[in-house]
């Protein structure tokens, strides 16, 4: 079974601060692995993912297979990246279906 | 391109009734797949659909079921209404085309039943 795990619901940090939103994954195959965003009033959109290996406004994020994480960073935190973040997973099995985390709200102190 | 649109905004529906929601994929994307999102969690897989026909499902009972239309719509009927079917439904659309499905998200349906 596949599963996400975002252990942080809420993250405070002040701006221009480093930020890390922790993501931790079970599947035993080959995962995918996002991270999608939700700004105040708006729809859900993707951030980026780790096949792409891109870094997007800034923020980046590493597949750690062996500890089966894939944590958003960002070493300087802006206002405007006060949103929801959502890790998810999909899987060479279950093609565009998406399994998601909690979600983590990321609040960027001035 | 408006992307995905989904319809209606908000609706208030008493426990028992049914209800349906609609969703339209963003224009060249030929799969459709609904998420339900309950408040303080993240979405949760529904059901996906391609060529009109269901080609994969969550953990939700049949009291869900979809339909998709030959233009690529889709609608998601939900049965016998609960109050834990309170939630927000997001319609998700996608191309099948290459090996990477980047899933593009409509504003969603709040549900609520009362």
């Known amino acids: 079974a596949q599963r996400v795990t975002q252990p942080e619901k809420l993250l405070s940090v002040f701006k221009g601060a480093p930020v890390e939103l922790k993501c931790n994954y079970s599947?035993?195959?080959?995962?995918?692995l996002f991270w999608y965003v939700q700004y105040s009033r708006q729809r859900l959109q993707l951030l980026l993912r780790?096949?792409s290996r891109e870094s997007i406004k800034g923020f980046t994020a590493d597949l750690n297979k062996g500890e089966t994480s894939f944590h958003l960073k960002k070493p300087f935190a802006q206002e405007e990246d006060s949103a929801m973040y959502y890790c998810?997973?999909?899987?060479?099995?279950?093609?565009?279906?998406?399994?998601f985390g909690e979600g983590t709200q990321l609040t960027v102190n001035p | 391109d408006a992307g995905v649109t989904q319809s209606p905004t908000h609706l208030i529906k008493t426990r028992g009734q049914q209800v349906t929601l609609r969703c339209s994929p963003k224009?060249?994307?030929?799969?459709v797949s609904w998420y339900q999102q309950a408040l303080g969690q993240g979405p949760q897989f529904i059901f996906q659909?391609?060529?009109?026909?269901?080609?994969q499902r969550g953990n939700f009972p049949d009291r869900f079921s979809g339909h998709q239309f030959p233009n690529y719509s889709s609608e998601l009927n939900v049965n016998a209404l609960l109050l834990g079917d309170s939630a927000l439904y997001l319609c998700?659309?996608?191309?099948?085309?290459?090996?990477?499905?980047?899933?593009?998200f409509g504003p969603g349906t709040r549900l609520t039943v009362t």
């Open positions: 998700a659309s996608s191309e099948t085309s290459g090996s990477y499905y980047e899933q593009y």
């Open positions: 599947y035993s195959g080959s995962p995918e």
């Open positions: 780790h096949i």
């Open positions: 998810a997973l999909t899987s060479e099995t279950s093609g565009s279906r998406l399994t």
């Open positions: 224009s060249g994307h030929d799969t």
């Open positions: 659909y391609y060529e009109e026909e269901e080609r």
